[in-house]
């Protein structure tokens, strides 16, 4: 418990900062939304010059874009940019700390194994993303409830929220496994940076060729939101990918951390 404790409080800072960051952004979005819908055939005129692979490269639907479902499943992929980096930045953080610091002489010096060190650790992380997807939620719908004057689909809010928890665990999983392999790790901001932007950019690039290669093994390609939201539901395949990769990812990591000699320079 003392480490889950040291963990989750040396923790708070930094995920204060990206909640409140992905609720800016989120909240500057929907403000825009009204106008979007006022202007539509100025927006329609202005989109029109670029190739639709561009445009769904991008997440732009211009038959849905005008609704609030629409409207937020082409800023879908942006939060997802935001819980992604927040997400890496904190499992990446969490379990290189002892690298970083050059302290995991002192830390297996403690009556503690390093299979408790790692569980605790593990459920910090799964309990500030359980936390932050609650709270993000709770925040969108109410931002959306102001926003949605016609109304909107709760259902489709509720798969979305979904979505941005399983990616949240996928990339979670994903930092912890960076923490453990790497042998050094000088900047985790860096490497979370690189790691989101370069699966970010992949998926553009997929978007724009309409090409699926990779969709099923990229978090920001595997929960499309138009194709939940033309469907109604997350595909069982979107499912069980997420999940086998997070089990993957996770029981590496543990078996690493504990059998890993570690090298303290």
């Not at 979007?36 to 029109?48: D, G, I, N, Q």
């Not at 102001?146 to 996928?170: R, W």
């Amino acid at each position: 418990m003392n480490v889950f404790r040291y963990e989750f409080r040396s923790s708070l800072k930094s995920m204060l900062y990206w909640f409140c960051t992905t609720i800016l952004i989120t909240l500057i979005f929907l403000l825009m939304f009204s106008s979007f819908k006022e202007e539509s055939k100025t927006v329609l005129a202005l989109f029109e010059g670029f190739p639709p692979e561009v445009l769904k490269s991008f997440g732009f639907d211009p038959v849905k874009f005008f609704e609030i479902e629409g409207y937020l499943s082409f800023l879908f992929m942006y939060i997802l940019i935001c819980v992604g980096l927040q997400s890496v930045n904190l499992s990446l953080g969490i379990f290189s700390k002892e690298k970083r610091f050059k302290n995991f002489d002192f830390i297996l010096t403690k009556p503690k194994k390093r299979s408790s060190i790692l569980g605790w650790k593990a459920l910090c992380v799964l309990a500030y993303i359980v936390l932050n997807t609650i709270l993000y939620t709770i925040a969108l719908i109410i931002m959306i409830s102001i926003v949605a004057k016609e109304g909107y689909d709760f259902n489709y809010i509720m798969l979305l929220s979904v979505a941005i928890l399983l990616t949240q665990l996928i990339l979670d999983s994903v930092g912890a496994f960076l923490g453990v392999i790497l042998p050094k790790v000088k900047s985790v901001s860096s490497i979370a940076t690189i790691l989101v932007l370069g699966l970010y950019i992949v998926q553009i690039v997929e978007n724009f060729l309409a090409s699926s290669t990779i969709k099923y093994i990229n978090p920001f390609g595997m929960y499309d939101s138009m194709e939940i939201l033309k469907s109604g539901s997350i595909s069982g395949v979107s499912y069980g990918v997420g999940i086998g990769m997070i089990i993957i990812f996770t029981g590496i990591s543990a078996l690493m951390y504990v059998k890993k000699d570690i090298h303290v320079s």
